[in-house]
């Protein structure tokens, strides 16, 4: 079946530490996107790319970094810049850039710092 | 920049009772506008959407929403709900004609139906 592949489902990082976050979808989507989910606060941008080899920033993109090297892959690292990593993070695709015909979502990685 | 808010941070229902959740957003362009739906351990999938035409839109699971552009509303209905829609519902837009390429989302509602 075709989807979207987020792992770790959980992941634990001590302070200082950076960690990456996979995200894999085998839909043949262009557009790929990393929000983060707190509670009471939705789904905040993190970064999105429309294209391979290309990304913009949205609206939460200090202390995170991505790289979009191949289609179908679409890693996001926390780095140790991030104040307040822990959170639900969701990746997304959509078939374009407009995202017309909706995201679809991954199942998330929840990223505990101990 | 564009914003959406959800007035309605938690909502209580009982069974068969009306539903109508609201969502507002900020920017005065043109917008695409949806609402999706985050059930207990699933994934987020799309309720509904909407571009152009019959601003009344209907989606899946008996659920619609109405665009009224001069209130920059999309408010989410569904007449009799059921024990299975306690979920979290979140409203985004995305606007035609900026730089951004992505859908900027509500803080979301949790939806209880209580049996």
């Known amino acids: 079946d075709g989807g979207i592949t987020q792992s770790p489902k959980y992941l634990f990082r001590k302070e200082g530490q950076n960690v990456t976050l996979s995200c894999e979808q085998n839909?043949?989507?262009?557009?790929m996107y990393w929000y983060r989910q707190d509670p009471g606060q939705g789904l905040r941008l993190i970064y999105y790319?429309?294209?391979?080899?290309?990304?913009q920033k949205g609206d939460i993109a200090e202390g995170y970094s991505v790289s979009r090297e191949k289609k179908e892959s679409f890693p996001l690292t926390v780095t140790s810049a991030q104040k307040n990593p822990t959170a639900f993070y969701l990746c997304?695709?959509?078939?374009?850039?407009?995202?017309?015909?909706?995201?679809?979502f991954g199942s998330g990685t929840r990223l505990t710092v101990v | 920049a564009q914003s959406v808010s959800q007035h309605n941070h938690h909502v209580i229902l009982s069974e068969a009772a009306s539903l109508e959740l609201g969502c507002n957003y900020s920017?005065?362009?043109?917008?695409?506008l949806f609402w999706y739906v985050q059930y207990p351990g699933q994934h987020l999938q799309l309720l509904l959407k909407?571009?152009?035409?019959?601003?009344l839109v209907k989606g899946i699971k008996g659920f619609e929403a109405e665009f009224i552009k001069s209130k920059f509303s999309f408010n989410l209905r569904k007449p009799s709900v059921q024990w299975s829609d306690t979920a979290e519902y979140f409203c985004?837009?995305?606007?035609?004609?900026?730089?951004?390429?992505?859908?900027?989302f509500g803080s979301g509602t949790r939806l209880q139906v209580q049996p």
């Open positions: 997304a695709s959509s078939i374009d850039g407009q995202g017309r015909n909706g995201y679809t």
């Open positions: 839909l043949n989507h262009d557009a």
């Open positions: 790319s429309q294209i391979v080899n290309d990304f």
């Open positions: 920017y005065g362009g043109t917008v695409n």
């Open positions: 909407y571009f152009s035409g019959d601003p």
């Open positions: 985004a837009v995305n606007a035609e004609d900026t730089g951004r390429r992505a859908l900027t």
